[in-house]
Structure formats: C-alpha cells, structure tokens
C-alpha cells in the first residue's frame, strides 16, 4: 500500500485568504491504483470575516453548470434548515450535516480529523500550488495546524505537464471539490503508472510513444468506471 491524498478546494478568489467554498478530497494508492477514502464538506462563506472575494470569480460561478452551483447554494439552505432547530430523525440530520455549509473552523478540525485516521500517507496533490496555500490558509484562520509536514506536498500540475498528451475527461461533476478531487486523483494515477514505467526499466523497449498509447485507453476506462482502471494498464503495459 502507498497511499496519497487528492485534495480540491472551491473558492470565492484566487488570492491566499479566499472566501473557502469547500473542501474535497480522496485517497489513491500508487501501487493498487485503488481510489478510496472520500471527504467533502462545504464551507459557509458567510462566517469568514476578512476573508477575500473577487468580482472575476463571482462572476465565473455564474458562468458554470447549474449543478454545480446548486451544489454550494443547498449547502446554504441545508444550514438553515439545520440552525431553525427543527424536529430531525436521526437519518435527516445525518442527511443534512452532510450536505451543509459548517462554520469554516469545523471543517479544518473534521479534515485533521479525516487525515489522521489514514494513516502513514506518502503525498498530498493538488492541481498546483494554490490549493496547499489555501490549506495552510484554512488551518491558520481556524486555529490549527495542517496536519502533514510541508514537505508531502505534490503537484499534480505538474505532472500533467510531463505528459500533456494523455487527456482526461473530469470524472463526475466539474468544480465540485470531490469529484475533481477523484478526477484528479485517477488521471494522477495513470500518469504516475507512465513515469514508472519509463523510468524503472532501464533500455527497455518501451517507448514513451507507446506507454501514452496504453495510458489513453486507460484514461478512458478509468473515467467511465470508478474502480480497476490500473489492473487493466498494469496487463496491457506487460
Ligand atoms: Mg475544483
């Protein structure tokens, strides 16, 4: 077992102290190709004073898919709903935490919460930079501590930029954190899956060519199907 965590956070900016929107992430495993252990909470944007928010990005959320607009706006109503201190069956308040926007400090504690029951984790990716200075941000403005050491950060950006011929259509719905988290994470997976392969086994006659041949198939299956994209590329690659 190798295991990493994706994670995804949406936002009201781009700057370091944004208004957080939610936090998303998924565990994979290097040597399984295993996506597993999910998180998603989302963040209520109404309780995070100083925080930053820009008019660009306001107005690109107006721009995106419905669903994942609805997505943030019945966090909004599920907290209401909650704070109105009605009568819940047990399964409703289940139904509705997780669906409500929690008070941004709750959310830090719940993921520290979430991450440390992983146990040991080799790497924590995100689509570039900006995310692991919101998660820095988050753990800061709530009172605690990220909780893995500076130097597990990973970048899957980066990655992508290796090997710019092997695409991924997202998984799930875009600009929700948890499905880009998993999106994200599988894409990883199979690029992670080419660079090994490249680079373990000296003058074979692999060519790269070939492993992002293999890989788009991959990449394809993997989308479509939640689970066992790796075991397939770990056949046809041999
Ligand atoms: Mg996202």
């Given amino acids: 077992m190798a295991l990493s965590v994706m994670l995804d956070f949406e936002t009201l900016s781009l700057k370091p102290d944004a208004v957080l929107l939610s936090l998303g992430a998924c565990t994979f ?10 998180f998603y909470l989302a963040i209520d944007p109404r309780a995070q004073h100083q925080r930053h928010i820009s008019a660009d990005t306001v107005l690109w959320w107006l ?8 997505k943030l706006t019945s966090a909004i109503e599920a907290r209401e709903k909650l704070d109105e201190d009605g009568d819940f069956t047990d399964e409703q308040l289940t139904e509705l935490m997780e669906q409500a926007a929690h008070p941004i400090h709750h959310v830090a504690r719940a993921f520290i919460l979430w991450f440390e029951q992983l146990g040991e984790v080799q790497g924590v990716w995100t689509n570039g930079g900006v995310d692991h200075t919101w ?3 988050l753990m800061e403005y709530s009172g605690f501590k990220v909780p893995y050491p500076f130097w597990l950060q990973r970048d899957y950006r980066t990655l992508k930029g290796l090997y710019p011929e092997v695409k991924a259509e997202p998984f799930g719905q875009s600009h929700n954190a948890l499905d880009d988290a998993i999106s994200q994470a599988k894409h990883a997976l199979v690029l992670l899956g080419i660079s090994n392969r490249l680079n373990n086994i000296p003058g074979a006659d692999v060519t790269r060519a070939e492993c992002v041949q293999i890989a788009d198939r991959l990449v394809d299956a993997m989308m479509s199907n939640p689970a066992g994209g790796v075991e397939r590329f770990k056949q046809e690659s041999e």
């Fill in 29 to 38: 495993d290097t040597e399984t190709g295993e996506v597993g252990n999910e």
């Fill in 63 to 70: 721009k995106q898919d419905e669903a994942a607009r609805t």
């Fill in 135 to 137: 998660m820095d941000s």
